[in-house]
């Protein structure tokens, strides 16, 4: 069973950064694609920014320059770094896998909160 746990997530303000992991068990975690998704009070849950199996990246127009992601299969970890954040990012942000067959597993969330 594949289980997808974050952390990271708090409050920080206008400019600060923050660093989210995403640990992964129960599958190859290599062979996954990963991604981060966000969802904001009100709206509906949003691609952030993804990592494919061998490494190549996606990002939203909103959050590029800004945020990085990155894996390293030896800690079965994604990680997501966001710097210059903006209130604007506040959100619940999710961890996703994706395997070989296309299946999704989803992570708990971890709350964002950006503010003075």
């Known amino acids: 069973q594949v289980q997808l746990v974050e952390s990271g997530g708090g409050l920080v303000q206008p400019g600060g950064s923050l660093r989210l992991s995403c640990v992964v068990s129960?599958?190859?975690?290599?062979?996954?694609?990963m991604s981060w998704f966000r969802q904001a009070p009100g709206k509906e849950r949003e691609l952030v920014a993804s990592?494919?199996?061998?490494?190549?990246?996606y990002y939203a127009d909103s959050v590029k320059g800004r945020f990085t992601i990155s894996r390293d299969n030896a800690k079965n970890t994604v990680y997501l770094q966001m710097n210059s954040l903006k209130p604007e990012d506040t959100a619940v942000y999710y961890c996703?896998?994706?395997?070989?067959?296309?299946?999704?597993?989803w992570g708990q969330g971890t709350q964002i909160t950006v503010s003075s």
């Open positions: 996703k896998a994706r395997d070989w067959s296309g299946h999704n597993y």
């Open positions: 129960g599958f190859t975690f290599s062979s996954l694609a």
């Open positions: 990592i494919s199996s061998g490494s190549n990246t």
